[in-house]
């Protein structure tokens, strides 16, 4: 199976398997390791992502379920993230030296990157625990195996589709709203808010990619595309903060300004890209597109 929807399937039972799938490909990435404990964990964390995703299209139908799931899985995927945060800040600045404006800055990077790949290291190092942290993950996916065995919906036709469109508006509704936040703001929250929603919308799209699964791929890498964009904001921002609480991670104080100076440089158009990427993306009105997919869905199912 795949993170898709079947038309043609009972949708407690298209749901529940669907969700289940995200937590036993998760417990067996951890268990099994292939690329090694680090790869195993992002993969995990993958998977909690779309699952998040999945139980938020349904939150008007089950909201205690959804606000219950949501906050265990958020949990999860936070005890598994400190070797991973630090590993991503090292990419980072490799990302930043790929947009250097001058050799001296180019250097200055070379630095902290040096810096922070060695306390990514320590941390990997101290990190003593990382075998207890995934038996306790995989212990409460077991739990959350168990609750979504007991999560049930109204079957009927016309009650799956009208969950479906109602769901649908809410994403695109929560992300409108974030897209206009961000036209005439800097604000990283801000930013990042317009990222999960994206995020949602885009893994949704592949939830219901059968209703008119060309339409869906494009939607949903125009989405994927975005969330680049503000991922590496995000990761910026992120960057920024470690270095005004850690100055010491620069190395020096002419290393600093340097780091400071391109990620300003860099953010700027970030910036400008995600609104003009938002703006293609989210360019339907919610409830006019929610129709839209409504339809689709209902035909696809006949």
Same mark, same amino acid.
């Given at each position: 199976?795949?993170?898709?929807?079947?038309?043609?399937?009972?949708?407690?039972?298209?749901?529940?398997?669907?969700?289940?799938?995200?937590?036993?490909?998760?417990?067996?990435?951890?268990?099994?390791?292939?690329?090694?404990?680090?790869?195993?964990?992002?993969?995990?964390?993958?998977?909690?992502?779309?699952?998040?995703?999945?139980?938020?299209?349904?939150?008007?139908?089950?909201?205690?379920?959804?606000?219950?799931?949501?906050?265990?899985?958020?949990?999860?995927?936070?005890?598994?993230?400190?070797?991973?945060?630090?590993?991503?800040?090292?990419?980072?600045?490799?990302?930043?030296?790929?947009?250097?404006?001058?050799?001296?800055?180019?250097?200055?990077?070379?630095?902290?990157?040096?810096?922070?790949?060695?306390?990514?290291?320590?941390?990997?190092?101290?990190?003593?625990?990382?075998?207890?942290?995934?038996?306790?993950?995989?212990?409460?996916?077991?739990?959350?195996?168990?609750?979504?065995?007991?999560?049930?919906?109204?079957?009927?036709?016309?009650?799956?589709?009208?969950?479906?469109?109602?769901?649908? #508006?809410?994403?695109?509704?929560? /992300?409108?709203? +974030? =897209?206009? $936040?961000?036209?005439?703001?800097?604000?990283?929250? @801000?930013? *990042?808010?317009?990222?999960?929603?994206?995020?949602?919308?885009?893994?949704?799209?592949?939830?219901? #990619?059968?209703?008119?699964?060309? /339409?869906?791929? +494009? =939607?949903? $890498?125009?989405?994927?595309?975005?969330?680049?964009? @503000?991922? *590496?904001?995000?990761?910026?921002?992120?960057?920024?903060?470690?270095?005004?609480?850690?100055?010491?991670?620069?190395?020096?104080?002419?290393?600093?300004?340097?780091?400071?100076?391109?990620?300003?440089?860099?953010?700027?158009? @970030?910036?400008?890209?995600?609104?003009?990427?938002?703006?293609?993306?989210?360019?339907?009105?919610?409830?006019?597109?929610?129709?839209?997919?409504?339809?689709?869905?209902?035909?696809?199912?006949?």
């Amino acid at each position: 199976m795949s993170y898709a929807f079947n038309p043609g399937r009972p949708f407690t039972e298209d749901f529940r398997a669907v969700g289940a799938e995200q937590i036993e490909r998760a417990v067996a990435v951890l268990e099994q390791r292939p690329q090694g404990v680090h790869e195993a964990i992002h993969d995990a964390r993958k998977n909690f992502k779309r699952l998040r995703s999945l139980y938020r299209l349904v939150a008007c139908d089950v909201p205690l379920f959804q606000k219950q799931e949501n906050a265990r899985i958020r949990a999860i995927g936070r005890n598994l993230s400190t070797v991973r945060d630090a590993a991503a800040l090292v990419e980072n600045i490799n990302y930043l030296r790929g947009q250097t404006n001058s050799d001296e800055q180019g250097a200055a990077l070379d630095q902290v990157y040096t810096l922070l790949a060695e306390r990514r290291d320590r941390i990997a190092e101290t990190e003593t625990d990382v075998e207890g942290k995934i038996a306790a993950t995989i212990a409460n996916c077991g739990q959350a195996i168990a609750a979504l065995a007991e999560v049930s919906f109204n079957d009927g036709k016309r009650k799956t589709v009208a969950r479906l469109e109602k769901g649908w #508006r809410r994403t695109l509704k929560l /992300a409108a709203r +974030a =897209k206009a $936040a961000c036209e005439a703001d800097t604000d990283a929250a @801000l930013f *990042h808010e317009l990222r999960k929603r994206t995020q949602d919308y885009r893994l949704q799209l592949a939830l219901m #990619r059968a209703a008119w699964p060309s /339409a869906m791929a +494009a =939607k949903s $890498a125009e989405a994927k595309a975005l969330v680049d964009v @503000l991922g *590496h904001l995000n990761d910026l921002a992120t960057l920024t903060l470690l270095i005004n609480e850690e100055p010491g991670l620069a190395g020096s104080s002419q290393n600093q300004a340097h780091l400071i100076s391109a990620v300003i440089t860099r953010e700027e158009a @970030l910036r400008s890209e995600a609104r003009k990427r938002a703006a293609t993306v989210f360019r339907d009105e919610p409830k006019s597109e929610s129709r839209t997919v409504a339809l689709l869905w209902r035909k696809a199912g006949t």
